[in-house]
């Protein structure tokens, strides 16, 4: 597949604290992208980073890249109930590769 | 902006009827981009189009699959004649270039065929 994948598939965590979430890619990427998919809803994008930048933060969200092994993780702190959703990456540079997603759970 | 416009929200329909999905992008925006999603294969790029031009569908499934983009604010998305394995949720997204911009996505459209 020439998709990405996302590690864990599931994370169920407690309200406040921090969740990380792993991608790895297979092609080259002129940047990535997060996404979040609330249940039942289109994706909306939350944080680029590009292959020449190695972190970037956006809010509760901090995204960093690693080019030499093709893999990017996304951390939010402080998490909350509404974070619950599920994140992929995406490579949307030359080509348009979604990852396989990971569902988070934050418990109230 | 009122974001994309995906219709229908929801179809149901018959295995051999054709299905037509319509998507109307952020004004402004030059590529579309058309998805589907399922369980087992995740969300999958079908087509895109760059001023209205198709540039790559080769993640179409097969010939019953066809895209049109008419004009800058309207495409759709045919399938003739459907099968049950179409069934998926289908999206329509949006950005202002192709290449690694901020795709915009709809609310999609729930496809079931039985």
């Known amino acids: 597949s020439q998709q990405g994948e996302e590690d864990p598939q599931a994370l169920s965590i407690q309200e406040g604290e921090n969740a990380t979430m792993n991608c790895s890619y297979k092609t080259s990427i002129n940047n990535l992208q997060w996404y979040r998919q609330n249940s039942g809803r289109g994706l909306v994008h939350l944080i680029l980073?590009?292959?020449?930048?190695r972190e970037k933060h956006s809010g509760r969200l901090r995204v960093t890249l690693d080019t030499s092994k093709k893999s990017s993780s996304l951390l939010i702190t402080a998490s909350r109930a509404a974070d619950t959703a599920s994140y992929f990456c995406?490579?949307?540079?030359?080509?348009?590769?979604f990852g396989t997603g990971t569902s988070l759970t934050v418990i109230p | 902006d009122a974001g994309v416009i995906q219709s229908p929200r929801h179809e149901v329909t018959e295995m051999g009827q054709e299905v037509t999905l319509r998507c109307k992008p952020i004004s402004g925006h030059n590529s579309l981009f058309w998805y589907r999603q399922t369980m087992m294969r995740g969300l999958e790029l079908l087509i895109y189009?760059?001023?209205?031009?198709?540039?790559?569908d080769s993640g179409m499934p097969e010939d019953r699959f066809s895209a049109k983009m008419p004009n800058a604010s309207f495409s759709t998305l045919k399938i003739q004649p459907s099968e049950p394995r179409d069934s998926a949720v289908y999206f329509c997204?949006?950005?202002?270039?192709?290449?690694?911009?901020?795709?915009?996505f709809g609310p999609g459209t729930r496809l079931l065929v039985l």
């Open positions: 189009f760059n001023n209205n031009v198709p540039i790559d």
């Open positions: 995406a490579n949307t540079g030359n080509q348009f590769y």
């Open positions: 980073i590009r292959s020449n930048e």
């Open positions: 997204a949006s950005s202002f270039l192709a290449g690694g911009e901020t795709q915009y």
